[in-house]
């Protein structure tokens, strides 16, 4: 196979065949994933916690069941990080990497969405008990959801866009 028609086999501009590619793409998935598989694990482990702890009867019906979602959400962020670890053990060796890539990049980003959706209501949860000012825990939890909104997906919307429209320009000339 020459070096063109690696390079476009791949359509990415490299030199590498659909197979180097899939594991390429896969080992960079895995680096992604390790950072937040991390952090999601350890705040669902604080989270767990919390129930245990003295002040925990303390809280309004409301907080309680606010705690409850935040488990939640904090057990379907890990689930969906950790996915993609048990989706390889059962598909290696059966040559199905692109649909694994595939698969794991839809499981990713439904954990990245769970895990800003916990860090918010945890973060709502905190605000309300340390604060006792609930508009103030309201308005701040709101401001960092979207913060992780602009920060994960907007900006790299706004990069994508430019970056096509530049690629665009230099093609017309």
Not at 150 to 168: D, E, G, K, N
């Amino acid at each position: 196979m020459t070096s063109s028609s690696r390079e476009g086999a791949s359509g990415s501009g490299r030199d590498e065949t659909p197979q180097e590619r899939a594991d390429r793409l896969w080992s960079e998935m895995l680096q992604e994933v390790r950072v937040c598989q991390t952090g999601a694990q350890i705040l669902f482990g604080f989270l767990l916690s919390v129930a245990f702890t003295p002040r925990f009867a303390a809280l309004s019906d409301f907080d309680k069941n606010l705690y409850d979602a935040t488990v939640v959400l904090g057990a379907i962020a890990t689930g969906a990080l950790v996915a993609p670890v048990a989706f390889h053990r059962f598909l290696a060796g059966h040559g199905m990497k692109p649909e694994l890539i595939h698969v794991a990049g839809r499981l990713i980003a439904t954990g990245l969405a769970t895990l800003a959706l916990t860090i918010t209501a945890a973060l709502l949860l905190l605000l309300r008990t340390a604060t006792g000012d609930a508009p103030v825990a309201w308005i701040l939890s709101a401001a960092v959801m979207l913060w992780f909104t602009t920060a994960w997906l907007i900006l790299p919307q706004v990069v994508l866009s430019r970056t096509a429209a530049r690629q665009h320009r230099g093609t017309q000339r």
